[in-house]
């Protein structure tokens, strides 16, 4: 009987930190080009183009968070290769990642005056606005290959620990879409179009700089064969992860626009009031996706190193700042919140509605701290198949708890809700963790990491 073989490693605060900062701020900073994108456009004097850009933004991420799994799918595979010291298996994960990439990224680029016409049909929006739109999304999603082999570049970064030439890379990339929006729209005065071609260069640019720091990482290695990449099985497992973590995806977009759906119920007043809210707590994910990065890269290594002190330390440890965090976020959410509001909106009746459900929305943080750390647990372990389930189940449990408190309790029935979705998303995930752990490494072994 041939022993298993471990490759033991050691985990510290300081090294989940290493990952979590530089990925909080590389994630942090996405946001920041929208609101430039936006800014930039609003300078011109034209509603009409501000919600072109804004409808076409929404369509754009729509899609991307369809295909994230390409960035989350990629991490898990490589982070478990490197823990098995087996760095050529890595850049076949890469190799095949960047495969799939351009093959969706080539059909986006075929089907995109199609994509355009389906999500203007279901969104709307003016004749002004809708060309807008069109013409935003149809120079936009022309970077989709870029786009979809920056996810990979970064996915791999992450899956080797490599986070702060992440952060680099995502600084790289938001920067120079910040600059050419600038330069574009204000001095070569394309209008809509500049912010289209602004967002294009940015990735084709961020995608050559991610593959120099790819040849420069692999060095002299030698690479796979192209046999090896194209290996039935590693395709089929690297499908069945990225499948799983595509419908995770979809259904947590499906609640919170269930949520947005029950909020436009209750009129304009309680629509706005709720979005302002909801973006506070989505905000906040940021600073806790930073630390499920760690979790993702952490949790992988240690199921390819067959370590399991390595993966209860690291759980131990990205769960334990995890309520830090969240703990702080949600303090801040519920003591800067009311200035915030004020700054968001004018309208007296939105801010008195906001500050009412306020106090939910200060709590979302720390109530799905779990369920975003498990997240990343799962991911690196890829033990998809169970995080796809609990999602679905917390769905049941959410729409649940809605059609029971939202008649007595109107809004607020819908804030307690979404409360006991992620909370149940993280307790059922850390329930299942514990039992997965027994069958990911067999055996007494040691209980910590020292």
Sequence with gaps: MTATVTHPFEVTHRGVL??????????????????????????IGDPALVGGVAIGALIFDFVFATFNFLRAGTTGLVAQAVGAGDRREASAWLARAFIVALVIGIAVVLLRDVIAGVALGLIGGSDAVQAAT??????RALATPFALANYVILGW????????LGLALQTALNGVNVVL????????????????????????TAAAIGLAVVLRLTGGAAWPRLAHILERVAFLRMIAVNRDIMIRSFVLLFAFGFFTAQSARGGDIVLAANEILLNFTMLAAFFLDGLAAAAEQYAGRAIGARYRPAFERSLRLVVGWGFVVGAVVSVA????????????????????EARLYLPYAALVPIAGTLAYQMDGVFIGATWSAEMRNMMLV???VYLAVWFVLAPPLGMAGLWIALLVFVGVRGVSLWWICRAKIGTAFPGPGLRRAN
């Design 18 to 43: 290493a990952i979590a900062v530089p990925m909080t701020f590389a994630y942090l900073s996405t946001p920041v080009v929208g609101v430039v994108n936006l800014g930039v456009v609003g300078q």
């Design 134 to 139: 069109r013409e935003y999304w149809l120079i």
């Design 157 to 164: 970064l992450i899956g080797l620990g490599r986070a702060g």
């Design 181 to 204: 929006s600038l330069a574009f729209v204000h001095w070569l005065d394309m209008g809509v179009a500049g912010v289209g071609w602004a967002s294009f260069a940015a990735e084709a």
């Design 333 to 352: 959410v519920f003591l800067l919140g009311p200035h915030l509001i004020d700054l968001m909106t004018a309208s007296p009746e939105v801010r008195a």
């Design 394 to 396: 917390s769905l049941v």
